[in-house]
């Protein structure tokens, strides 16, 4: 018998059962289990006349239930007939949940999208699911933050990209963390004691960019009565008392004492997972709400047949290769969703885009870095011939499934025009206007 943890013998059930038509409780289980997982108070339904699983987010005010059905097929996706949309209201109503989600291994498009969006349940993808169960398991998610997911009709995996690209900032949070202790020790060794100054004006600190706030919130954590990893001394000194073994040590204490059981469980090897043909392996650059690289001939199947894209045509001047965070610092953009501007003196200068890495790699090495869509509906009034257009690498790669390491600026360029798009093809020049 082998040990796996518990978010990994999740996934394996999710991916395994997910396609298992004849036996749709064991997706409807592990859909229970992922959920718990993520925080939610959860219940397997799964009779006639009932949603198969009621999730509760015990959150005070901000409290919320949500009403999962969960689809299995033996087919690539799930389509309009399959979902039996006045069935998930009568549910809804007899519950009082506040969302309903419909899990699958994947949906059709056209009417499905249009009908979810109508009865106002939102589509979340068993992949999806996965991963956020994963992400989870490394930095954890907030029920709030699972609730703005739902808040969202349709397709959310755009959704889900944003969430799981803002959770990775989180680890920055902690690596600065780790290094802000390192140089406590130094600092210590050398002197005797370190103060917040003494720290602030540190060159590794400095390239980061850690803030003397941010360092005195850190020590401020560690003087804490049930840390006690930091001595007060006057004149604003402090001394580090205790090893970053014996501190990590602590906060596996404290995780101890939370949680009844360790996140572990035993199970015997399970049989290999059947992959799925590569041909039925779907790209989801079109419903990623970002944006995305468009290509000469590009297929648009999986764009519902109404959506309506905003393409920016642009001249290419280069991939800088600048550092995103100092990017981003520089015009103090803190979040990006679809696209944001940059300012000067509080005048429009640019826009700018974010992207996969392999995506960006891809458009640039086939020569094909020169447009950009969108979803969100384009302010033109903001937009002049020659602004300069940008598109950086998300903190995570949602096609390869891996954080991106120090994400850079790969695109700048020089716009030309915008146009609206419908089913892929141009139905309207926005921008310039003909005059």
Known sequence: MKKISKASSIIERLAE???????????????????????????????????????????????????VDAKTTKREKISDRSID?????????????????????????????????????????????????????????????????????????????????????????WDHFRIILEEMQSVQDRLGFFTANSLAVREKLEKLEIKRKSIEEFIHLLTHPFIEGIEKLPEGKYILKIKTKDLANIFRQVFNLLVEKQEEVEVKPSPKVKERPKHEIKPFKQEVKETHLMEE?????????????????????????????????????????????????????????????????NALEKGTASSWDTTKSVGIENLFVGMDVYVTETNYDGDTNKRTDDPKVRIRGKLKEVNKMKSGRKVEKLFPKEV
């Open 297 to 361: 001939n590009e297929i648009t199947e999986e764009v519902p047949e109404d959506e309506i894209r905003y393409d920016f045509i642009f001249e290419f001047i280069e991939d800088p290769k600048w550092d995103k965070q100092q990017f981003f610092d520089e015009y103090g953009i803190k979040f990006v969703q679809a696209y944001v501007y940059t300012k000067r003196e509080g005048k429009i200068t640019g826009i700018v885009f974010q992207g996969y890495k392999s995506r960006i790699e």
């Open 17 to 67: 059962a997910q396609y298992k038509s004849d036996s749709p409780t064991e997706f409807e289980e592990a859909i229970r289990d992922a959920f718990n997982f993520l925080g939610f108070d959860t219940e397997l339904m799964g009779v006639s006349g009932e949603t198969d699983v009621l999730l509760t987010a015990r959150i005070g005010q901000e409290a919320f239930r949500v009403n």
């Open 85 to 173: 949309w006045l069935s998930l209201d009568d549910h809804k109503e007899k519950t009082t949940a506040n969302f309903v989600v419909v899990v699958a291994p994947d949906f059709a498009r056209g009417n499905l999208e249009r009908r979810a969006k109508d009865h106002n349940v939102s589509l979340l993808k068993t992949d999806d699911l996965i991963r956020l169960v994963k992400s989870h398991s490394n930095i954890p998610l907030t029920l709030i933050d699972l609730k703005d997911l739902f808040t969202k009709k349709g397709g959310i995996r755009s959704q889900v990209e944003d969430l799981l690209t803002k959770i990775q900032n989180k680890r920055v949070f």
